[in-house]
């Protein structure tokens, strides 16, 4: 009984030793700010940029059709005059279509004409970019004659709320 005793009181000591349990010696007052400087972060922002470039040029000849057209007539009456009873229109369409290749080929033989058109590629590059982010405020207040600087968040006014602890000195 006496070692549950004993417990109880030591317990019962060491919670009226705890902070919450004593009287506070802590209280607020006011400070007059002197000076407020914001703070920013800078922040990196990558950025890829892309352009078109003019690299060359490409050659483009021009394609005549005239050459076919005249050949595969030329060949298909060619082919109507050799050929005799049911094979007559198969000779007028091989004329015709051996007509169309040779004309064709001569036609598209002769000088050449070319034309030419700009040739594009795509051109990329990695831009740093930068801005700028304000994170709070340095402040510098004064209170009964000293000054003090902190780190707020928000812009402050003309005073800040300070908190103040007493406690005994006992280096006497």
Same mark, same amino acid.
């Given at each position: 009984m006496n070692r549950t005793l004993i417990a109880c009181m030591a317990a019962g000591s060491l919670f009226a030793a705890t902070p919450s349990a004593q009287a506070s010696n802590r209280y607020t %007052? !006011?400070?007059?700010? +002197?000076?407020?400087? =914001?703070? *920013?972060? !800078?922040v990196g922002n990558p950025q890829r940029e892309c352009w078109n470039e003019q690299v060359g040029q490409e050659a483009v000849r021009d394609r005549s *059709?005239? #050459?076919? +057209?005249?050949?595969? +007539? @030329?060949g298909g009456i060619l082919g109507n005059q050799v050929g005799k009873g049911s094979g007559r229109s198969i000779a007028t369409a091989i004329g015709a279509a051996? #007509? @169309?290749i040779v004309g064709d080929g001569i036609g598209n033989d002769g000088p050449i004409r070319h034309a030419s058109r700009p040739v594009y590629a795509e051109r990329c590059r990695t831009v740093e970019r930068s801005s700028r /982010?304000?994170? #709070? !405020? %340095?402040?510098? !207040? /004064? *209170?009964? #004659?000293r000054d003090y600087t902190t780190?707020? /968040?928000? =812009? =402050?006014s003309d005073r800040v709320r300070v908190s103040i602890d007493v406690e005994p000195d006992y280096d006497d």
């Amino acid at each position: 009984m006496n070692r549950t005793l004993i417990a109880c009181m030591a317990a019962g000591s060491l919670f009226a030793a705890t902070p919450s349990a004593q009287a506070s010696n802590r209280y607020t %007052d !006011y400070a007059h700010v +002197i000076a407020s400087e =914001p703070v *920013y972060e !800078y922040v990196g922002n990558p950025q890829r940029e892309c352009w078109n470039e003019q690299v060359g040029q490409e050659a483009v000849r021009d394609r005549s *059709y005239a #050459g076919a +057209i005249i050949g595969g +007539i @030329a060949g298909g009456i060619l082919g109507n005059q050799v050929g005799k009873g049911s094979g007559r229109s198969i000779a007028t369409a091989i004329g015709a279509a051996t #007509g @169309a290749i040779v004309g064709d080929g001569i036609g598209n033989d002769g000088p050449i004409r070319h034309a030419s058109r700009p040739v594009y590629a795509e051109r990329c590059r990695t831009v740093e970019r930068s801005s700028r /982010r304000l994170t #709070g !405020y %340095d402040v510098t !207040y /004064r *209170y009964h #004659g000293r000054d003090y600087t902190t780190f707020m /968040r928000y =812009p =402050p006014s003309d005073r800040v709320r300070v908190s103040i602890d007493v406690e005994p000195d006992y280096d006497d």
